[in-house]
């Protein structure tokens, strides 16, 4: 239900009064009819709706962020971005051990931050689930 300020410039929008016109390749300016334009106002809409369909991502409630269920694929690829940047700050931390002992113990730290990143993932969808669940799914009328 809008808002009486949305109501408001609802009506207003309603109450100018507005002249369709375009220019044609001649550079005139031509009138165009009310039948034209509904014509296009129709069929533009069908078309609307049906690219919106199954494209379109799971709307999210009253601005909430929607989290996506856990993934593995998502948490290795999480792992991959981090790596590189574990593997400076063995170099930085470590300076007087071999480049191998710096990959090894970065390589090891990536092969735990993996399953902690899907645990982490999992307890924020499970957490997200449980608050969407607990809303209402109807609104109440006042």
Do not use: C
């Amino acid at each position: 239900m809008p808002t009486k300020k949305q109501r408001r410039r609802q009506q207003k929008s309603r109450r100018h009064e507005y002249e369709y016109i375009y220019v044609d390749d001649e550079g005139n300016e031509v009138a165009v009819d009310p039948g034209e334009r509904r014509e296009e106002k129709q069929n533009g809409k069908t078309e609307a709706r049906a690219t919106k369909g199954a494209n379109s991502r799971p709307r999210s409630r009253a601005g909430q962020k929607v989290i996506e269920p856990p993934s593995w694929r998502r948490a290795v690829k999480r792992a991959a971005i981090w790596a590189p940047l574990l593997v400076v700050a063995m170099m930085l931390i470590n300076r007087n051990v071999s480049p191998m002992q710096w990959l090894t113990s970065a390589l090891f730290l990536v092969a735990f931050f993996i399953p902690i990143s899907y645990f982490t993932d999992s307890m924020a969808y499970r957490m997200y689930r449980k608050r969407v669940d607990r809303q209402p799914t109807t609104s109440k009328p006042r």
